[in-house]
């Protein structure tokens, strides 16, 4: 079945440095692919999206690429901020009624 | 409303009680999923409704779980003689038809002891 694998964390940064977050996917289909975000203490939101081959998503500085030939979605930022301490989460879409797989999420903190 | 909204935020139980979680989608959104989120990992699914329908409950771990959403707006997941590894953070999303984005509630997380 689809699945999503994520790098492992946590990941701890420095105030203005370099993000990337590993994604890559199982899929059968063409699936839409997410990063969900969930800051401490509050709900999953969208970050972005990309819902085909070699779309970019991006939201406040973040940015993923589908990738269908390496079959990835890595999510990058070039300059980290404290505020974007959370744990990041990469899923994709499957089945008929779109159902969301998950990865197991990524913890970040960003250390002024 | 302006976002799902879940209650109770917090819960405990103790082993065996019955519990039962609200969610409350966004005004208007037809597809509604509930997913199961233990500690330290990531969301998994449970149910997907849409309208009043339940279309697929392949993820419900066991005939413990129930789910329902009788008038197609607020669903309700039951929970029956609760185990300690029912303890877990349940999320409910609703999504608008045509669009891919689901929209999640804060989450109600379950504690049995």
């Known amino acids: 079945g689809n699945s999503v694998t994520q790098m492992e964390g946590p990941v701890t940064l420095s105030e203005e440095a370099f993000l990337t977050i590993n994604c890559t996917y199982t899929?059968?289909?063409?699936?839409?692919l997410f990063w969900y975000v969930q800051y401490p203490g509050e709900g999953l939101q969208l970050l972005l999206k990309?819902?085909?081959a070699d779309d970019k998503g991006s939201n406040k500085g973040f940015e993923a690429t589908y990738r269908k030939e390496t079959t990835s979605f890595h999510l990058e930022k070039g300059s980290v901020q404290v505020s974007d301490s959370a744990v990041y989460f990469c899923?994709?879409?499957?089945?008929?009624?779109?159902?969301?797989?998950w990865g197991l999420g990524t913890s970040l903190a960003v250390n002024p | 409303g302006a976002g799902v909204s879940q209650s109770p935020r917090y819960k405990v139980a103790k082993r065996g009680q019955d519990v039962a979680l609200r969610c409350d989608p966004i005004s208007g959104h037809v597809s509604l999923f509930w997913y199961q989120q233990a500690l330290g990992q990531g969301p998994e699914f449970l149910t997907y409704?849409?309208?009043?329908?339940?279309?697929?409950k392949s993820g419900l771990p066991s005939d413990r779980f129930f789910a329902e959403r009788p008038e197609g707006s607020v669903s309700t997941l039951k929970i029956q003689r609760t185990q300690q590894e029912d303890s877990a953070v349940y999320l409910c999303?609703?999504?608008?038809?045509?669009?891919?984005?689901?929209?999640f509630g804060a989450g109600t997380r379950l504690s049995v002891l």
């Open positions: 999303a609703s999504r608008k038809t045509g669009e891919n984005i689901q929209y």
């Open positions: 899929a059968t289909g063409y699936p839409s």
């Open positions: 409704f849409q309208n009043e329908a339940q279309l697929d």
């Open positions: 990309a819902t085909k």
């Open positions: 899923a994709l879409t499957d089945g008929n009624n779109r159902k969301l797989i």
